[in-house]
């Protein structure tokens, strides 16, 4: 799996817009990239995924450059909930291993 | 049921002590998880059932000891643990260990787990 960089922590104002930035430069052409966040003392929880397409749901959208070695994730609302520390993961498609290693992530806090 | 749940919240263990710790889904996903997470940390797997057969382990201590009976149920059974191994278990399920569906992994609440 491609190792990722995150800053470790970051502000947000509620009601603007969070952009998570992540860095991925020597992700794999079949490595996808995932999101988790974790609110504190409970378990991760999975935000949004995607391969080489900007992809959105209804939590958030995921812009991945053209070269897919970075990629931000946009919380467009931001509100007190979402703090939390925010995991960015690449990993190979594969159904023969491999399962999901966290790194660092980045903390968010939104301020009122 | 769209959960994983944990039980217990939180266990308390003295060193010679033997408890095990408990995961369920019912969500039909064939690939369940422990994690291990020390405070300020992140993360970190431990082992990996696919199939109801063990798949990965971390170089894991013999003192953990895992178990899946049935696709549905996960255990970490713990013996003679020492100080250092209190943290926050996780558990988590998927739908087998490629990335299918969407929905990526659930994760349980965890077991806060206090070893004296």
Redesign the interface.
Known sequence: DAKTTQPTSMDCAEGRAANLPCNHSTISGNE?V?W?R?IH??????II?GLKNNETNEMASLIITEDRKSSTLILPHATLRDTA?Y?CIV?A?????????????TSLLVTP | DTEVTQTPKHLVMGMTNKKSLKCEQHMGHRAMYWYKQKAKKPPELMFVYSYEKLSINESVPSRFSPECPNSSLLNLHLHALQPEDSALYLCASSQDMGLTGSSGYTFGSGTRLTVV
């Open positions: 996808y995932y988790y974790q003392s409970q378990g991760p929880q999975y995924h520390v995991y990993r498609y594969s159904n023969s291993g491999y399962a999901l290693n966290f790194g660092k992530g």
